[in-house]
């Protein structure tokens, strides 16, 4: 270890950030607090010495990357850990910012915090969009649910052989007539939210599509385009979650980041294992498992899975076919042993993933591009 290094641990909120220090062999102190400002930041910098010296820390947060990206544009050494994996001490009961940025500078020189990958702009922006497509795809199933039971306590259902969400579905809500003009109010207000969701989200993912042109991921989304159940938005919310995948030296360290292994509580002669742990990314997660029920078919090439996979790599090609022949016959095989369809399906999640790591290994990752953000930008 150097000696001359300054182990420093913040604990960041939107206002202030509390500043503690680890120098070598002595206590770790407290600073107090400043202000979440970048001049209040670079003050404090400049009094502890020469930035090559420092090195800092703060958890993962709200307050995003602001900060490590302040610090990396002086030469200060930062890193951004994540919470859940912060040793605790059992017993501890009292907590204050002090206390928590004093830990974090006392980790930190023991080199006891788990860092964390941190995005750079360009990729944060498309993580964002990416995230911004779910959240209006979650808007628009809650706007369908709530015309769904509206017209269910009225003991209305749509006419036999009638699609749900269809053109001509909305064209029969359209016509629906209720007791009372109050509830008619209601219903057509149901309708515009529901309709505006559904403009939004088309909008937000014409948007992603056309930002993947000018992302160095964008070989990489196609390729994984080739797997069964993985679209052209599933495949980007990989990338925009999943980041720089050459950082996981195996698959199992990629199911673990994304919390789908399973939980376990050994001790002894005696092994106990339980669900999954979801302490991972849940957004990689989600994506996952729609995907793995796919798996539920045999396999085949339908196809729109076809024009997916014209013009990738065969070796591409080959381990999405294997995916798709070891994926059914472990879906079919937990099911035959009287596991829940729910439950299976999270296992062929996980070995999916396996597929999603074997593919990227084939797939040589670009540098970004000095190109417009996207396509509307652009213009």
């Given at each position: 270890m150097?000696?001359?290094?300054i182990?420093i641990?913040l604990?960041v909120?939107?206002?202030?950030?509390?500043v503690?220090?680890?120098e070598h062999?002595k206590?770790?102190?407290s600073?107090?607090?400043i202000?979440?400002?970048?001049?209040?930041?670079y003050k404090v910098?400049?009094?502890?010495g020469?930035?090559?010296?420092?090195?800092?820390?703060?958890e993962?947060g709200?307050?995003?990357?602001?900060i490590?990206?302040?610090?990396?544009?002086?030469?200060?050494?930062c890193?951004?850990?994540?919470p859940?994996m912060i040793?605790k001490?059992?017993g501890v009961?009292?907590k204050t910012?002090?206390?928590d940025a004093?830990?974090l500078?006392?980790?930190?020189r023991?080199?006891?915090?788990?860092?964390i990958?941190?995005?750079?702009?360009?990729?944060?922006?498309l993580r964002?969009?990416?995230?911004a497509?779910?959240?209006?795809q979650?808007?628009?199933?809650?706007?369908?649910?709530?015309?769904r039971?509206?017209l269910l306590?009225q003991?209305?259902?749509k006419?036999?052989?009638?699609s749900?969400?269809t053109?001509?579905?909305q064209r029969?809500l359209?016509s629906?007539?209720l007791?009372r003009?109050n509830?008619?109010?209601?219903?057509?207000?149901?309708m515009?939210?529901m309709?505006q969701?559904?403009?939004?989200?088309?909008?937000?993912e014409?948007?992603l599509?056309?930002?993947v042109e000018f992302s160095?991921?964008?070989?990489?989304?196609r390729?994984?385009q080739?797997?069964?159940?993985?679209?052209v938005?599933?495949a980007t919310?990989l990338?925009a979650e999943?980041?720089?995948i050459?950082?996981?030296?195996n698959?199992?360290?990629l199911?673990?980041?994304v919390?789908?292994?399973?939980s376990?509580r050994?001790?002894?002669?005696?092994e106990r294992?339980?669900?999954?742990?979801?302490t991972g990314?849940?957004?990689?997660r989600?994506v996952?498992?729609?995907?793995a029920?796919h798996?539920?078919?045999p396999?085949?090439?339908?196809?729109?899975?076809r024009?997916?996979?014209?013009g990738q790599?065969?070796r591409?090609?080959a381990?999405a076919w294997?995916?798709q022949?070891?994926?059914?016959r472990?879906?079919?095989?937990?099911?035959?042993r009287g596991?829940?369809r729910?439950?299976?399906v999270?296992?062929?999640a996980r070995e999916m993933l396996?597929?999603v790591?074997?593919i990227?290994?084939?797939?040589?990752?670009q540098e970004?591009e000095q190109?417009?953000?996207?396509?509307?930008q652009?213009a």
């Open positions: 150097n000696k001359r290094i182990f641990g604990d909120h939107k206002e202030t950030i509390s503690a220090i680890a062999q206590e770790p102190r600073l107090g607090k202000t979440n400002k970048p001049e209040a930041i910098m400049r009094k502890l020469p930035f090559k010296r420092l090195k800092v820390c703060y993962a709200p307050c995003g990357y602001v490590y990206r302040q610090l990396s544009k002086l030469g200060i050494e890193v951004v850990v994540a859940s040793p001490k059992p009961r009292v910012d002090k206390k004093t830990m500078a006392r980790l930190l023991s080199n006891d915090l788990a860092p990958w941190v995005p750079d702009e360009r990729h944060e922006a964002d969009l990416s995230r497509v779910e959240a209006a979650g808007d628009l199933v809650r706007a369908r649910h709530r015309v039971k509206l306590r003991g209305i259902r006419p036999e052989g009638m749900s969400w053109y001509r579905h029969w359209h629906v007539k007791p003009a509830q008619q109010v209601v219903l057509r207000e149901m515009l939210t309709e969701a559904q403009e939004r989200r088309k909008r937000l014409a948007e599509e056309h930002s160095p991921l964008a070989d990489l989304i390729a994984w080739c797997l069964r159940g993985i679209k938005i599933s919310r990338a999943l980041g720089d050459r950082r996981f030296t698959p199992s360290q199911m673990g980041y919390g789908l292994v399973p376990e050994s001790s002894g002669s005696r294992r339980g669900s999954v742990t979801k990314n849940a957004h990689v989600h996952m498992v729609q995907a029920w798996s539920r078919h396999p085949s090439l339908s196809g729109e899975l024009r997916r996979q014209r790599p065969e591409v090609k381990i294997k995916a022949d070891r994926l059914h472990r879906f079919r095989r937990l099911v035959g596991k829940p729910q439950k299976a999270v296992a062929v396996g597929f790591w074997a990227a290994q084939e797939i040589p990752v970004y190109q417009p953000d996207s396509f509307s652009a």
